[in-house]
């Protein structure tokens, strides 16, 4: 299987008919797909989080990610948004999924569960009456850089002795 970039139609379509809670977003950074030979089997649509707090140009959400069902689709596209994520430049990954799923492909990603994020449904204005699953979700982050603390204080220190002449 392989990685490829696709369009937001493309997303877009594969999500309308293969997602099980949710309809396609409505804009995006990039969008990859995962095909099997010609067959598109799974794709993800990455952009900027959802919520303002998370909003600093340096963290990626994965907005939607979906699959056919293929046999560890969801971690290969898991992995590959993460290493485009990096090589933009963003810091941090962030996705969120139904408190009645388990996680297994974000485990298998390296990415750790924050917990209890957010409520069921948008309130207020932003309260479209979508047709989504009135559950809780989890919210799930993987670091894409090294703390620059971390990276500094890695570097080896310089142990070769002055000679005195």
């Known amino acids: 299987m392989k990685i490829r970039p696709i369009t937001f139609k493309q997303a877009c379509d594969f999500i ?50 979906c699959t056919d069902g293929t046999r560890n689709a969801c971690s290969m596209l898991y992995g ?13 990954a ?25 409520g069921t449904h948008w309130t207020g204005e932003r309260d479209r009456g979508q047709d989504i699953p009135p559950l809780f979700k989890t919210k799930w982050v993987r670091k ?3 703390d620059r603390k971390t990276e500094n204080s890695s570097e080896k220190p310089n142990n070769s002795k002055e000679r005195s002449r």
Do not use: W
């Not at 590959?80 to 941090?92: L, T, V």
């Open 80 to 92: 590959a948004c993460c290493r485009i994520g990096k090589e933009m430049g963003y810091e941090e």
């Open 16 to 65: 309308n008919k293969y997602h099980r809670h949710h309809k396609a977003t409505v804009g995006c950074k990039f969008c990859i797909g995962l095909f099997d030979n010609d067959k598109m089997v799974g794709c993800a649509v990455c952009g900027r989080p959802v919520s303002r707090y998370l909003d600093d140009g340096l963290t990626l959400e994965i907005n939607r990610l």
């Open 144 to 146: 894409l850089q090294a």
């Open 94 to 118: 962030v996705t969120y999924i139904l408190e009645t799923e388990n996680g297994a492909s974000l485990k298998a990603s390296n990415f750790i569960c924050e917990g209890q994020a957010g």
